[in-house]
């Protein structure tokens, strides 16, 4: 077993969230999955996603890095973001984290396998240039290095589909739309095997 291999990885979305002094998470409005959009090019509504790494408390002391990253799940793509210079890079935090031990009254002592956790928050106050009805996902690596199951999905709103022009006029210019369809079990309609049927020869 291994830091990698033992840790765990949280996702908290949210309008807003921090951490105060004491190490906790101030989360409100969490549990979003969706995330709202001018449209276009325009960005979207403000939010906060929170990652938290947990690790067993036998680590401590030992340093990692923890980086946590954004794909376009809709086009297979990490997400791009222009920098004050204009050029893109990907949309990425990074953080060596080291395993500090856990504060417990004295006289008190922690379990090694007791799982104690470093939180990321990102704000976007200003949203993000995310593309109307794609779906996103956060996710984590561990000393460059990721799992299954380190990652959060979230869906950008778009506008509802509008009306088709130029296809069919009515029901029975679509394709397959009011023609018969044969039961294997019974003869056709007129061939003169159906019980209905007279000869009139």
């Known amino acids: 077993m291994s830091l990698f291999t033992e840790a765990q990885v949280q996702f908290i979305l949210a309008d807003y969230a921090a951490v105060d002094a004491t190490a906790k998470l101030n989360v409100i409005g969490g549990g979003v999955s969706f995330v709202g959009s001018a449209g276009q090019g325009q960005p979207t509504a403000p ?18 890095v923890l980086t946590v990253e954004l794909h376009d799940v809709t086009i297979g ?22 395993v500090s031990p856990v504060q417990v009254p004295p006289g008190m002592a922690v379990p090694a396998d007791a799982m104690q956790g ?20 956060w996710k984590v690596q561990i000393d460059g290095q990721h799992r299954q199951g380190w990652w959060h999905r979230f869906h950008v709103l778009g506008p509802a589909p509008g009306p088709v022009f130029g296809g069919p006029a009515g029901p029975t210019t679509i394709p397959g739309v009011g023609q018969y369809t044969a039961d294997p079990s019974q003869p056709p309609p007129g061939s003169g095997d159906d019980e209905d049927s007279t000869d009139n020869t």
């Open 118 to 137: 470093t939180t990321i928050v990102m704000q976007f106050s200003n949203g993000l240039p995310l593309t109307p009805g794609h779906s996103y996902e």
């Open 47 to 64: 939010f906060t996603v929170a990652v938290t790494a947990l690790v067993p408390a036998k680590y401590v002391n030992q340093t990692y």
């Open 77 to 98: 793509k990490t997400v791009m973001i222009p920098t004050e210079g204009g050029q893109l890079q990907a949309l990425r935090a990074q953080q060596a984290v080291t």
